[in-house]
């Protein structure tokens, strides 16, 4: 009689439960990616505060006197 491995055993054991719940998982876990990818698309590139004006302030070049 052959023996059969403890891998094997494990093989022929999955339950179709399992696998159901494991795809609905990786589904779950590639929409919440693409979830939090595309809040970043729909930011601005440049924020602003409610002022009108960028963040940014031109950069004044000069030698200081």
């Keep these: 009689m052959k023996k059969k491995s403890t891998y094997r055993l494990l093989l022929q054991s999955e339950e ?3 696998n ?3 795809a609905a998982l990786y589904a779950l876990f590639a929409l919440s990616a693409l979830t939090a990818i595309w809040q970043f698309v729909e930011e601005p ?3 602003h505060f409610g002022t009108g004006m960028f963040i940014e302030q031109p950069a004044k070049a000069g030698i200081p006197s």
């Design 16 to 18: 179709k439960n399992r």
């Design 20 to 22: 159901i719940l494991e």
């Design 45 to 47: 590139a440049m924020p």
